[in-house]
Every structure is written in structure tokens, then in C-alpha cells.
């Protein structure tokens, strides 16, 4: 990290997982100002909580252990910060494996994302979590990241509606760069956007106990310009398939969104 040792501090979060992290990060203990936190699965969610919970900065950073930031990730944070200190600020997502069709698919869709609902950079309304700064105060005032659903799923957009309906803004800094390198098969990629889906069930239910009311439905061109945002990316002779996969992504996302919204009550009919 091009950024002074001093003005940093890296916390793990080890959210049950199969290895212990410790032997993995001993190396970096003597370079670093740097924490290892266990707990019990409970989620991303609740592992950021976590690590926010523990950290003493001005401000928390977010990123996920698939990712790989930029060397002037921190720095150019801070520049942002400097701006608009008050502010959420997400950066911008490079796919990591361009030759993985899924992989490509999948952040294809968090570009178009991006440049839907972050048209305008300083009016933005969404971010993933895997590469998200906040002011730690602001943050903890909001209640964190809802730990209720604890998969990896809806909890980043539900964090930040809720950002934004305390009056908060976001900004979107192009240049704030981390490398995603989330290797992807069929099979994960449809399991993927499936518990997107459900996750999407989950962060409708949430907003409604906010009393938000529903989620706007997007118009049809939304769709439209989603399936040929492959080709405006010039994906060259792979653009049909991306598209295809993209299509496949959504159709998994509906079933989702559908088998957690019915699931629960076909339970309670059987049980009954």
C-alpha cells in the first residue's frame, strides 16, 4: 500500500471459517498494524460489524478476501475524504479474470449497476461492500450493516437505503480501485445470484418495516440496456455469451427472490 504504516490499521475477520487465518497472516505482523477477530458464522454482515466494532480510525474501509486493492487504494480514499469527509464513498471493481465467462458476467452486472444508479458520481445510491469507505461515527450511528440475513446478499444495499434515507449522501470515486478475483463456475455462478434473490426478498421485507414503502420497479429499458450493456463494452465475439449469462442471472435472481418469498409459507403449510 502506497500509504504511511502509521495512518492505517488492517483488520481480519475470521467469520468461521474452515482454516485458521492466523499461520496465513503471520508474515504480515511485523509490517502491519494488524488485528485477527474469530467468531462464529454469522455472515458478512456481521463480520464487518465486527471489525468496525474493533477499529479505532476516522473512517472504516471495507473489502472483501477475494479482492486486491490498488497500491494507491488508501491514498486516493483519503483524497475523497479530504472533499467530502461526511460522505460514503464507493470505489470501482475491476474483474480480476477476464478469461472466466462468470466472473465477467457477474461483474458486468455491478458496472452496469454502477452506471445506473451512480450516473451522477456525487448523487450515488448504491455500493457493494467490497469496496466501501464510511466515517466509523456516522457508520455506528445508522446501526451498521444488519446482521438479520446473514448471507452474502443485500445487506451492502440495504445499508446503504438507509444511508440515504437519514439525509447521508454517497459519492462514487472511479478512481478508488480494487481487483475482484471472485472464480466463479456455473454452479456458483447460479448459486450466486439464486441468494441474490432471496436477498433481495430479505432487503424489501427490511424497507418495508422502515416504513419505505415498496421498491420502484424499474422500467423496461433498464432490462433492455442491461442485455446489451455486453456489447457497448465492446466483449467483442464473447458479448453473446455474456449477455446469455447475464439473462441466466436474472432468471436465477426471480427464482430466488420467489423461493424465499413462498418457501416460508409452504413450510408452515406442510407443518401444520
Known sequence: MDYP???FEVIVVDDGGPTNPEALITSFKDRLDLTVLAQEHAGPAAARNTGAAKATGQFLVFIDDDCLPASDWLQALALCFERVPERA???RT????PGNPYSTASQILID????YYNADPDQARFFASNNLALPAERF????SFNGAWQRAAAEDRELCDRWLQQGLQMTYAQEVIVYHEHDLTLRTFLRQHFSYGRGAFWFHRIRSRRGMG????EPVRFYRNLLLYPFAQKHGRRAPLITGLVLVSQIANAAGFFWERYTP???KTQST
Do not use: D, Q
Open 265 to 267: 409459507s409452504l413450510k
Open 5 to 7: 504504516r502509521g495512518g
Open 89 to 91: 464513498i464507493g470505489g
Open 140 to 143: 455506528r450511528a445508522i446501526g
Open 112 to 115: 452496469y449497476l454502477y452506471s
Open 94 to 97: 475491476v474483474n480480476a479474470l
Open 214 to 217: 415498496p421498491v420502484k420497479v
